[in-house]
Nanobody, 123 residues
Framework: QMQLVESGGGLVQPGGSLNLSCAAS????????VAWFRQPRGSEREFLAA????????YYSDFLRGRFMITRDNAKNMAYLLMNDLKFEDTAIYFC????????????????WGQGTQVIVSS
């Protein structure tokens, strides 16, 4: 079964940027819709963004207001989440997920998940 590994999290000041990466273990990655979710401490997981297997179609949660961008490179079995203008409330564990799903699928429909990478926004 394909594995997903997130990286790129860390400590960042408000207003800063981070680029999260999601590395897949094999080339079947290119068949799947990929999404990013996050889970703040003590809160439920929330959807952020998804990208279709072709890399051309994307869907974002409205609350992001253009601050985040999801991309993928199927040749490298990688997906990314570029996060700009980070705010205290962006502090969370960030997860990538992959599945044979539509762009607006809920998290429960995704078959594969990474273990997450921690993002802390603090001054």
């Amino acid at each position: 079964q394909m594995q997903l590994v997130e990286s790129g999290g860390g400590l960042v000041q408000p207003g800063g940027s981070l680029n999260l990466s999601c590395a897949a273990s094999d080339a079947t990655f290119g068949r799947y819709t990929v999404a990013w979710f996050r889970q703040p401490r003590g809160s439920e997981r929330e959807f952020l963004a998804a990208i279709r297997s072709n890399g051309l179609n994307r869907y974002y949660s409205d609350f992001l207001r253009g601050r985040f961008m999801i991309t993928r490179d199927n040749a490298k079995n990688m997906a990314y989440l570029l996060m700009n203008d980070l705010k205290f409330e962006d502090t969370a564990i960030y997860f990538c997920a992959a599945g044979d799903v539509i762009l607006r699928a809920p998290g429960r429909d995704y078959e594969l998940w990474g273990q997450g990478t921690q993002v802390i926004v603090s001054s």
